[in-house]
């Protein structure tokens, strides 16, 4: 998009942002500008064909003080080190401004995972949780899904986990296969929390959700899920798109059949009656409600103006730059930050992780309902804080988030 805005410089112009609204201590500021803990590591992987690979991984734990280290493992082939830290950052505010027992971490592999067999990536996560084995833990770090990893990846870390620990530890991973201690709704949780977000947005703008027209940008796991379930409460799909580009139509798409479309040829475009669109066409379609699900910087200060949509709901980690917040605050878009809006996901690993330290397993209507409770609540209080700072909502989840994490540190105290 011609920003190139790391996420790292993104997150602690986020955090300096917070900081100063909040009159924060500069000692505490200067401790949640770096992680606790950062672990590189090196995963000697032997590939199908009996060669040997080496790829770089790592984990890093931004700050522990509300409860232990939790957050997703990403494999790709840009993923680094300065990323994986910023996103371990925004994990630490997300789990503050959904008020649930976490502090944030991160972690990923370099890796194409499009270019692997499932034995060669079953290889590489058995090893790569040898190797960061001794920081991670059901009361110390709780990894889960991210991108190009899933269900089955959080099988096999469980597994080699348990395997060294000499017993099953379900307990140690969340977004497991249900079959393994999995939770039900938690592949459509993420999703799901987007759009309670969206839809308490549309209340407060006197929207009716019923009719209302979205457009979603990535047809992965969380824009899939959010367009089928916005479809299902009554709304409009008028545009979908993924890397490979996307489509619109006026008069609405059906995503489960789009999604059948895609799982056979590949891709959304070229779907019948449709117009084939950018993702950056996309971004700028006219709609009520943009949830843009795919990679981060998507919104920058270059395009920002051209956003039609009156409601902004993001899905995915940082796809909009500060700049670019600031210029949809004065048009008056209502825009869900990252940290409340994708906060569905790691709520519905906690209410996992609790599932499998009781050994109880609870039914999805029961996960649903705790959800869209703590969904509605979080939004409330973010949007009830932006009233009173006359800020936007992001501005307003990271004080809500920092000031919580803030005080945790502050009641603490540093020893030794």
């Known amino acids: 998009m011609g920003e190139t805005q790391s996420a790292l410089s993104v997150a602690c112009e986020q955090l300096r942002i917070a900081a100063e609204k909040l009159k924060l201590d500069p000692g505490i500021h200067e401790m949640l500008k770096h992680p606790r803990r950062s672990l590189i590591v090196s995963i000697n992987v032997k590939m199908d064909n009996g060669n040997v690979c080496t790829f770089s991984g790592c984990r890093v734990q931004h700050n522990d ?30 789990c503050a401004v959904v008020d649930i027992p976490y502090g944030g971490a991160k972690g990923g592999v370099c890796c194409n995972p499009k270019e692997m067999s499932k034995a060669e990536l079953e290889r590489l996560t058995r090893r790569y949780t040898t190797l960061i084995f001794d920081i991670i833990g059901p009361y110390r770090d709780v990894p889960a899904p991210d991108v190009y990893t899933d269900a089955q990846t959080m099988a096999w870390i469980m597994d080699t986990y348990s395997q060294l620990k000499g017993y099953s530890v379900p307990e140690c991973v969340t977004g497991k296969p249900i079959s393994v201690g999995g939770s039900e709704g938690r592949a459509e949780a993420t999703s799901l929390g987007v759009v309670v977000c969206a839809r308490e947005a549309a209340k407060n703008l006197g929207l009716k959700l019923k009719g209302a027209t979205v457009a979603v940008q990535g047809y992965g ?31 609405g798409l059906n995503p489960y059949k789009i999604y059948q479309h895609k799982s056979k040829t590949g891709s959304v475009t070229n779907y019948e009656k449709c117009k084939n669109i950018t993702n950056e066409e996309l971004l700028e379609t006219k709609c009520d409600i943009l949830i843009p699900a795919a990679l981060e910087n998507q919104i920058t200060k270059k395009n920002a103006n051209k956003i039609k949509a009156k409601i902004v709901a993001e899905g995915a980690n940082g796809p909009t730059t500060p700049e670019a917040d600031k210029a949809l605050h004065e048009k008056g878009i209502l825009l869900v930050p990252d940290i409340l809006a994708n906060s569905g996901g790691v709520t519905a690993s906690y209410y996992e992780w609790v599932q499998n330290l009781t050994r109880e397993h609870w039914t999805v209507e029961e996960v649903n309902r705790k959800l869209e409770d703590k969904m509605v609540k ?39």
């Open 65 to 94: 003080a509300r409860g232990p280290f939790k957050g997703g493992i990403r494999y790709h082939p840009n993923v680094s080190l300065d990323e994986v830290t910023a996103l371990a950052m925004w994990m630490t505010w997300k």
């Open 221 to 251: 796991n969380v824009g899939w899920n959010a367009a089928k379930i916005a479809y299902d409460m009554g709304c409009k799909i008028v545009a979908v798109s993924d890397s490979t580009g996307g489509i619109y139509c006026e008069k």
């Open 378 to 416: 979080a939004f409330n209080d973010v949007h009830k804080l932006a009233k009173k700072e006359k800020s936007d909502m992001r501005t307003a989840a990271l004080m809500l988030g920092v000031g919580r994490v803030a005080e945790a540190i502050k009641t603490l105290g540093l020893w030794p």
